[in-house]
């Protein structure tokens, strides 16, 4: 019984852990989702009206924050974009890593060094995920551009 209880924490635990680094992108529109949602039910628009404009707010920060970081060549500006998303998922992780640090680690100095690991890790998880919004690199030049030669080589010799 001891070995099975010690499994599935252990799985417990990893999962948390993967959905922790699947989820982290999505820090930055959860928490301008729940704002925004927090915002229109103190206006006075109910549960529902609420739940509408966090789900709306949240959706459309996502969409802006990934069509900008796509379209945009400058790297100084997708930095900036990038750094937007990074940072509320590192404050996720590290709250996330302090808090499974607790069940396990009774000293409050390695509590905060695992939390500040699992904060840089987070982190760069999701500046790692922002990179992949970007499409591959597509040459505009047209029919006479590089991509071309091989399939005119081809029918010249054939």
């Known amino acids: 019984m001891l070995v099975i209880g010690l499994v599935l924490s252990v799985a ?3 999962f948390l852990c993967w959905l922790l680094f699947t989820l982290a992108v999505y820090a930055l529109p959860f928490f301008a989702g729940l704002t925004a949602g927090l915002a229109a039910f103190h206006s006075g628009s109910g549960v529902i009206g609420a739940l509408v404009v966090g789900v709306l707010a ?7 924050g990934q069509i900008a970081f796509a379209t945009v060549r400058t790297p100084l500006i997708r930095a900036a974009i990038a750094l937007l998303f ?3 998922a590192a404050v ?8 499974l640090a607790h069940i396990g680690v009774p000293s409050e ?4 060094a695992f939390a500040i690991v699992g904060a840089v890790l987070v982190g760069g998880t999701a500046w790692a995920r922002m990179s992949l919004f970007v499409p591959p690199y597509v040459d505009r030049r047209g029919a006479g551009g590089p991509a071309s030669f091989p399939l005119a080589g081809a029918t010249r010799d054939g």
């Open 12 to 14: 417990g635990i990893g």
């Open 58 to 64: 949240g959706g459309a920060t996502l969409a802006i």
């Open 86 to 88: 990074a940072v509320p």
């Open 92 to 99: 996720a992780g590290y709250h996330a890593t302090f808090g």
């Open 109 to 112: 100095g390695w509590r905060e």
